[in-house]
């Protein structure tokens, strides 16, 4: 069973950056695709930017140009970059990652950014 831990949210000002982190436990699976989702209070869950093992990058409309997605050298290791932070990303941020027909969802780490 594939396990994901976020890390790295909290608290900044308009126009700061915060790095997330995404850690896997349990399962040596390599998760394809690996992305970061948020949602915020009121609204449906929608994806941020996504990283596929064919070198493909997606990215949400609102956050490119502001956001970098990055897998890490460990096994599902998976980071968001997040720069230019406005309050309107503010939201629970999830890790997710996919394999065969399974899709294992972290608990979340909230974002909030102010002024």
């Known amino acids: 069973q594939v396990r994901l831990v976020e890390s790295g949210g909290g608290s900044v000002e308009n126009g700061g950056s915060l790095r997330l982190s995404c850690t896997s436990f349990?399962?040596?699976?390599?998760?394809?695709?690996m992305g970061w989702y948020r949602q915020a209070p009121g609204k449906e869950r929608e994806l941020v930017a996504d990283f596929w093992m064919d070198g493909r990058i997606n990215y949400a409309e609102s956050v490119k140009g502001r956001f970098t997605i990055a897998k890490g050298n460990a096994k599902n290791a998976l980071y968001l970059h997040m720069n230019s932070l406005k309050p309107e990303d503010t939201a629970i941020y999830y890790c997710?990652?996919?394999?065969?027909?399974?899709?294992?969802w972290g608990q979340g780490t909230q974002v909030t950014v102010s002024g």
């Open positions: 997710n990652g996919r394999w065969s027909d399974h899709s294992y």
């Open positions: 349990g399962s040596n699976l390599r998760l394809n695709p």
